[in-house]
Structures are given as C-alpha cells and as structure tokens.
C-alpha cells in the first residue's frame, strides 16, 4: 500500500506555470510507477503523466505534449508534474496515483490514489 499526497496547486492565469508535487509513503520506492490524472467537473478522470521510478521512463497525454514535463527526485520520494503555458482547458482536480512496476494510462490500473489538488486557470 502507498499513500500519496499532492501538493502545488491553485490559481494561475492562462499562459503561467505551476508545478506540483506527489509524496509517496512506502518503504520501497522505486519499484513503483506513478501517474497523474485529472478530473474536471462533468468529465471524466484522465491520464496526464506518468513516470517508471526505476529508469524515469515517461509518458505523456497528447493534450499536453511539450507544456508538461513529469520528473522524480527518488531520494525524497517525490514526482513532480511541472506544467507550463497552462490553457483553461487544463483546469481540474489533479491526482496522483501509484502502482507497480509500469505505468498505466487507465484508471482502473491504479489501487493507490491522493486526495487530489485543485489547479483553476483564468483565461
């Protein structure tokens, strides 16, 4: 079991940056892939990143190819998700999640999740 807090979000108008950050609780870390995903309202949670801890593999959702860039520090147990020329679009609830080994693109791949952070972007 992992447990996972997101921290990094808030306020920000179209055209800045944020970068948030994910602290895994787990006595063995990298053996873990992690993923951010995020919800807005009426829609469903969806993949935006994700990292294999062990050789930093990434991935990344079309929609943010090139603006997001995942990363890792496993020395502190943290990923982080820096995430520039954000749109209004881009504005959701964003979650952590963990699992073993390879990263996932699905929800229903992931058994840990954080309690989520909120980024709202101003147009």
């Known amino acids: 079991q992992v447990q996972l807090v997101e921290s990094g979000g808030g306020l920000v108008q179209a055209g800045g940056s944020l970068r948030l950050s994910c602290v895994a609780s787990?006595?063995?870390?990298?053996?873990?892939?992690l993923g951010w995903f995020r919800q807005a309202p009426g829609k469903e949670r969806e993949f935006v990143a994700g990292?294999?801890?062990?050789?930093?593999?990434?991935y990344y959702a079309n929609s943010v190819k090139g603006r997001f860039t995942i990363s890792r520090d496993n020395a502190k147990s943290t990923v982080y998700l820096q995430m520039n020329s954000l749109k209004p679009e881009d504005a959701a609830v964003y979650y952590c999640?963990?699992?073993?080994?390879?990263?996932?693109?699905?929800?229903?791949?992931?058994?840990?999740w954080g309690q989520g952070t909120q980024v709202t972007v101003s147009s």
């Open positions: 990292i294999t801890l062990s050789a930093g593999n990434t």
């Open positions: 999640a963990a699992r073993l080994f390879v990263v996932r693109t699905t929800t229903d791949e992931y058994n840990n």
């Open positions: 787990r006595r063995t870390f990298s053996d873990l892939a």
